[in-house]
């Protein structure tokens, strides 16, 4: 094996030095990782055979766990310019070149998130030449703020093949990581590294997106009966693209979609002596994109039915479902059922798993030989892309039960002797970094490679959500399709719920906590820390899905640290403080929403930390606090941060209400901002029933980000 090796890394290196740029190889078990510099390329052919499909994965982290920034692909033509605005893949409009490239979103690592982007480059367009992989940042941000800026691309089974490191992108707005590009027929890797002051829109100017010079100048076109237009959202320096936020919410017209037309005052003239007024800086410029259709609920009807015992009739029925078998083979039918008939769905869900962009067709029950039993995985996921046919097994769990390793096993066996590309299991349960659920076995000595995946119900949820509810779908009976399965996973007897179990360790962890016989070391207090970690991972997943925003989990962790050894280390830390933590991230609001669950005393702390505005008096500002909070529940806890002392004075809303300069310090200490807290009782069992510990966590994140964050986001008045 190791002289393969040393054959394949003589090879590369060879290769190298015809380039304008050396790049180092590194060696790891299971397979090479090239490590670009800059400048750097390379034949993708030369690193894997199964580079029809690649993932681009984006990262970063930062101190704060905060930082952020938003991902775009550009398709461009021989002429490096893109054809159209439609080659412009970003946030808004995440699939672009007729679904060859789509963008997936966030993923949480040890120490930060990273994007990963889905490329299927045998059906890129001919005529598209080179593929631009950048990210921009906004808000008037840099890349400065973040650290460990990073490229890494896998092959269709997922190993990785390149990374690249970006080094020097500080003062910038905007980073090309790398470029895809076609070279005698086939593709290519280029480790670009370069960075725009001028943001987004001067990296979309150079490569031909037209740039709209004013936010009102693009009128959207007259709604269908089941969709309305909406002006795509644009991405620009120093902003959050506006489509992001709500018209109204930016003082636009709601008919027209753009700011009404203010008259233009009459100017004082300058006093003599004085210096002339500032000039009114132009609105920021943002690249115009095509208009993305979304399609919009239809207002609710009244009901026909003669009482309210009546029952919609449901493409789905879940009320015949008796046994664990029935719901397991209903789930697997309806789900990849939805995938084979709503491209969007479908693609949305294997994208990440390598497939291609191309014809779908699922089926069930399908019977496999395996020696002397034959197998019969639940499912089966085919799409066929230029007479290429992706194949992957699919084995679905539901109702919490867990998934049997000797039978992932087999499956994983009979895809690699049947040259299949992936195994994908299906449960309620969520898949953690460097903690896969079921361990197998895979023969490096085999050629063909095999991919196991891993889907929670969850995330099923999540997609299918955004998709109906927030980005759309441009046939109306694809969105029917999407509401119908909708109602059938969310149905309680489907039983397709997410995670619902904190563990056969969580009530001995508690009971060890409150009469202090839990030591450090203790495996169960490490099953515990798993088990918040899947929970807090779901919560994202909900939140996110029904607010149509990114929501991701904040890890503080040192960089390229190992996730094992940062969950033991919280592991300790929950035996010696009785505590679990967590953080979330919420794209729009002004802070990072923190979850406590004090053991101990039994209580669930919500919390979020505002910076103080920078105008007025210290007593001003905490009139305007309290002003924005007044639909706020009584009971909330406003703590205010003291530069360079902490915490100062605290009390509750109610008591505020009267008496705002309470919150003021008394030595007059500089304020830094609030601390914004409810307090909610825990439940005692370890699953989601009424009085269950996962229920009350669910309940207090809705809570407090409907009554509080919500209100926090508002503007003052």
């Known amino acids: 094996m190791f002289a393969e090796y040393g054959e394949c890394v003589t090879h590369h290196t060879r290769h190298a030095a015809g380039c304008r740029s050396a790049f180092r190889v590194a060696v790891h078990l299971g397979g090479l990782v090239h490590e670009m510099v800059k400048g750097a390329n390379v ?35 021989g002429d490096g310019k893109v054809r159209s605005d439609v080659d412009f893949c970003f946030y808004n409009n995440p699939v672009a070149g007729n679904g060859s490239v789509q963008l997936l979103g966030k993923t949480p690592t040890a120490d930060g998130s990273e994007d990963r982007i889905s490329f299927d480059l045998d059906a890129v367009p001919q005529d598209i030449e080179k593929v631009v992989v950048a990210a921009s940042r906004y808000e008037g941000s840099r890349f400065g703020d973040l650290d460990d800026l990073r490229l890494t691309l896998a092959d269709s089974a997922g190993d990785g093949l390149v990374r690249f490191a970006v080094e020097g992108a ?79 919410a930016r003082g636009a017209d709601p008919v027209l979609g753009s700011a009404p037309e203010q008259p233009a005052m009459p100017q004082e003239p300058a006093a003599p002596g004085t210096a ?256 918040w970690e899947r929970l807090v991972r779901q919560v994202c997943l909900r939140l996110g899905g029904e607010l149509g925003q990114k929501v991701l989990p904040v890890q503080r962790a040192r960089r390229g640290s190992d996730p094992g050894a940062r969950r033991t280390e919280l592991a300790d830390r929950l035996c010696e403080q009785g505590r679990l933590n967590a953080e979330i991230r919420i794209e729009g609001t002004p802070g990072v929403l923190a979850i406590t669950a004090d053991l101990r005393t039994g209580k669930l702390r919500t919390s979020i930390e505002v910076p103080a505005e920078e105008t007025g008096y210290p007593l001003t500002r905490a009139k305007r606090l309290v002003r924005r909070l007044s639909e706020a529940p009584a009971d909330l806890h406003i703590e205010t941060l003291v530069d360079g002392q902490g915490a100062g ?48 966590v669910d309940e207090a994140v809705d809570r407090f980000h409907a009554q509080v964050v919500t209100h926090v986001e508002a503007p003052a008045v």
């Open 649 to 696: 004075p605290r009390g509750t809303l109610e008591r505020l209400r009267p008496e705002p300069a309470d919150l003021l310090p008394k030595d007059g200490a500089q304020i830094t901002g609030f601390r914004l807290s409810l307090f909610k009782g825990m439940g005692n069992g370890r699953g989601s029933a009424e009085t269950g510990f996962i229920r009350s």
């Open 43 to 77: 034949g993708l052919a030369t690193l894997s055979e199964d580079v029809g499909s690649v993932m681009v994965s984006l990262g970063w982290s930062s101190t704060t766990g905060e930082g952020d920034a938003d991902v775009s692909v550009l398709l461009l033509d």
């Open 170 to 248: 500080d003062e910038v707005s905007a980073v090309i990581f790398g470029e895809l590009y076609r070279r005698s027929g086939e593709w290519k890797f280029r480790a670009v590294g370069q960075g725009y002051a001028s943001g987004l829109a001067g990296l979309a100017t150079d490569y031909g997106v037209d740039i709209d010079d004013d936010a009102g100048q693009d009128e959207p076109e007259a709604p269908g009966p089941d969709a309305a237009d909406q002006p795509a959202a644009t991405g620009q320096d120093g902003a959050e693209p506006p489509e992001r936020v709500p018209a109204q």
């Open 276 to 531: 002339d007024p500032a000039p009114v800086p132009k609105p920021a410029r943002r690249p115009r994109t095509a208009k993305k259709k979304v399609t919009l609920p239809r207002t609710a009807k009244k009901s026909l039915a003669d009482n309210d015992t009546w029952r919609t009739a449901r493409l789905f029925p879940v009320s015949a479902l008796k046994s664990d078998r029935e719901r397991e083979t209903r789930a697997t039918s309806v789900v990849l059922s939805v995938m084979a008939q709503v491209p969007e769905f479908g693609r949305r869900l294997t994208a990440g798993f390598g497939a291609p962009a191309g014809r779908m067709e699922t089926f069930t029950e399908v019977t496999l030989p395996h020696g002397e039993s034959p197998r019969r995985p639940d499912g089966v996921v085919r799409v066929e892309r230029a007479g290429k046919l992706w194949t992957a097994l699919v084995e679905t769990k539901t109702n919490g039960n867990a998934l049997k390793p000797d039978q992932v096993q087999s499956y994983m066996d009979i895809a690699a002797r049947r040259g299949y590309e992936a195994v994908i299991t299906l449960s309620n349960d969520v898949a953690l970094e460097g903690s896969p659920l079921v361990d197998v076995r895979i023969d490096r000595r085999r050629k063909h490679k095999v991919a196991l995946w891993h889907l929670s119900w969850a995330e099923v949820v999540h997609q299918a959500q955004m998709l109906i509810r927030h980005e759309g779908v441009g046939n109306a009976a694809h969105a029917w399709l999407l509401q119908e399965l909708l109602q059938y996973l969310q149905h309680e007897n489907s039983g397709c719920h997410g995670f619902q179990n904190m563990g056969a360790a969580w009530v001995p962890v508690r009971r060890g906590i409150d009469d202090e016989t839990l030591c450090q070391g203790d495996a169960r207090a490490l099953e515990v820390i798993e088990n």
